[in-house]
Structure formats: C-alpha cells, structure tokens
C-alpha cells in the first residue's frame, strides 16, 4: 500500500499594520521608507511605494520595462525607487528597503566606496539622475514574501505591472 503525503499547510501571513513590522518601524521614524521590488511575467514589471511618514499612505509607481535577469530588475526597481524619491520628495532622505540581496549589495558598496568602483552602475544612476539620491540613501535588505506590508504592496504592483 503506498504511503500517503502529509498535506501542506498553507501558512497565512498577516501583514503589519504600518509599512514596517512594529520590531522595525521605531528605528527608522522619521525617515522617507521606499520599497522596491521586481516581477517577471510577460514584461518585467518595477514597482516603488513610498511612505512619506509611517501612518500615512503609500504613494505608488509601477513601470513596465523588457524582461532580463532577475537581478538586474531587482536593480532596475530599486533605482527605479530612488529616482521616485527625488522625482516626489527632492533632498530628502529615504531609506529603501529591497528583497533582494544582490542588488542591496551592490547598491550598499556603491553608497559606501563610491560608484567608480562599478562602471555600470554608475552610467545608470547618472542615465535616472540618482547619484546624489543614492549617496543619501541608506540601503536595507528585507525578508521577501513576509510580514512587511510595505514590501507585500511593492511585490503586487510589480506582478501587476508585468502581466
């Protein structure tokens, strides 16, 4: 007789009342909080939601762009984002918030050590006009697919903007 599977239990996630969770909104009050996120489907889809202050409400972006690599849309988003930033709130400081550890990284090195050290990079901050964005940045990596309302909103508009 074959044995039978365990059903998978679908985890329901409730996401938190604010566009942080409550463990996270306290250090970053008072600041802009930008998320990014990509999506691939049909096109690639780039969303940006920004809070201009924790109890207000979002304001979102979506583009749809050509389709390439996973990493290279996250990027794409997350400059999409800053140049939201400047477009909607110019001088001011954000904070962006990416689920994707590459494209934080590679932005953090280039707030951090300065964008000669990545070519690319640096000719599309300067194509978007987000260099002087970036350097007032700071950039934070986010668990993906969680309890962040701010991330959760951005992974739906980016899904929307590529189908």
Same mark, same amino acid.
């Given at each position: ?5 365990? @059903? @998978?239990?679908?985890?329901? =996630? ?5 566009? &942080?969770? $409550?463990?996270?909104?306290? !250090?970053? +009050? ?16 780039? *969303? ?5 202050? !924790? *109890?207000?409400?979002? =304001? ?6 050509? &389709?390439?690599?996973? %990493?290279?849309?996250? =990027? ?6 800053? +140049? ?11 904070? &962006?918030?990416?689920? %994707? !550890?590459?494209?934080? #990284?590679?932005?953090s090195r280039a707030a951090t050590i300065g964008l000669a050290q990545d070519p690319a990079? *640096?000719?599309?901050?300067?194509? &978007?006009?987000?260099?002087?964005? =970036?350097?007032?940045? #700071? ?11 701010? %991330? ?6 980016? +899904? !929307? $903007?590529?189908?």
């Amino acid at each position: 007789m074959p044995r039978r599977r365990k @059903k @998978k239990v679908a985890r329901i =996630l409730y996401p938190s009342i604010g566009p &942080l969770p $409550a463990r996270l909104a306290e !250090q970053f +009050a008072g600041r802009l909080l930008v998320f990014s996120d990509a999506s691939q489907r049909r096109h690639g889809g780039l *969303a940006a939601v920004l809070f201009a202050d !924790q *109890a207000g409400e979002p =304001l979102v972006s979506t583009r749809t762009v050509p &389709l390439t690599g996973s %990493n290279e849309l996250e =990027l794409l988003a997350a400059l999409f984002a800053l +140049a939201e930033v400047e477009r909607q709130f110019p001088g001011r400081e954000a904070s &962006l918030f990416s689920d %994707n !550890q590459d494209a934080v #990284t590679r932005l953090s090195r280039a707030a951090t050590i300065g964008l000669a050290q990545d070519p690319a990079l *640096a000719a599309l901050c300067a194509e &978007l006009g987000v260099t002087a964005t =970036l350097a007032r940045a #700071t950039i934070h990596w986010i668990r993906g697919h969680a309890t962040c309302r701010g %991330n959760t909103l951005a992974d739906q508009h980016a +899904a !929307q $903007a590529a189908a």
